[in-house]
Nanobody
Framework: QVQLVQSGGGLVQAGGSLRLSCAAS????????IGWFRQAPGKEREFVSS????????LYANSVKGRFTISRDNAKNTVYLQMNSLKPEDAALYYC??????????????????WGQGTQVTVSS
């Protein structure tokens, strides 16, 4: 089973940028679709973005479309989430997750087999 370790995140002013990384262990990383989710205090975990095994397909939540970009480097076993034009409402604990399945519809949390430890993103107004 793949294991995920996240890095990046932190405090940024509104309008700023951050990049999150999700590094995986295991030789089967390229078999997994990777998703990013976030959870703000008192709210449910919500989908942010996901990318297919090859990186050829990606999905975004409407709230981040045009501002966030997901990418992956299978040679480095790493997925990135570039977040631009950050807003205070983007502040949350962000998680990456791995799934052996991929579809063009927004996935639920139950479809992911492994999760990263979470990384905090704080956006000041």
């Amino acid at each position: 089973q793949v294991q995920l370790v996240q890095s990046g995140g932190g405090l940024v002013q509104a309008g700023g940028s951050l990049r999150l990384s999700c590094a995986a262990s295991g030789r089967t990383f390229s078999s997994y679709a990777i998703g990013w989710f976030r959870q703000a205090p008192g709210k449910e975990r919500e989908f942010v973005s996901s990318i297919s095994w090859s990186g050829g397909s990606a999905l975004y939540a409407n709230s981040v479309k045009g501002r966030f970009t997901i990418s992956r480097d299978n040679a480095k076993n790493t997925v990135y989430l570039q977040m631009n034009s950050l807003k205070p409402e983007d502040a949350a604990l962000y998680y990456c997750a791995a799934s052996l399945s991929w579809s063009i519809r927004v996935p639920g949390t139950g479809e992911f087999e492994a999760w990263g430890q979470g990384t905090q993103v704080t956006v000041s107004s």
